[in-house]
């Protein structure tokens, strides 16, 4: 069995910073890349961010470009989402997601 977990969430003010953190255990997942997507209040998830095997490639929805990075190099350590200037409509349930399982989300707050 596979669980995800997300940490890191939390209250920002609009310009702030958070660093997000998903740690998988069960067992191996290896070849999987690992991706960030999140959740706004009324709207359908999106994905934000995802980091192939290997750390080799990363990609972004172009929102986020620029001011998040991912980095880990695969699922069997600690993924991080640093997300700097942050703005309110970044404000929701951030997510991670390997394969087909899912975290259950922490909860990112931008507002002042």
Same mark, same amino acid.
């Given at each position: 069995q596979v669980q995800l977990v997300e940490s890191g969430g939390g209250l920002v003010q609009p310009g702030g910073s958070l660093s997000l953190s998903c740690v998988a255990s069960g067992r191996a997942l290896r070849d999987y890349s690992v991706n960030w997507f999140r959740q706004a209040p009324g709207k359908e998830r999106e994905f934000v !961010? !995802? +980091?192939s095997w290997g750390g080799a490639s990363t990609y972004y929805t172009d929102s986020v470009k620029g001011r998040f990075t991912i980095s880990g190099d695969n699922a069997?350590?600690? +993924?991080y989402l640093q997300m700097n200037s942050l703005q309110p409509e970044d404000t #929701? +349930? $951030? $997510?991670? !997601?390997? #394969?087909v399982h899912w975290g259950k989300g922490t909860l990112v707050t931008v507002s002042s």
């Open positions: !961010a !995802a +980091v069997e350590n600690p +993924v #929701g +349930v $951030y $997510y991670c !997601a390997i #394969g």
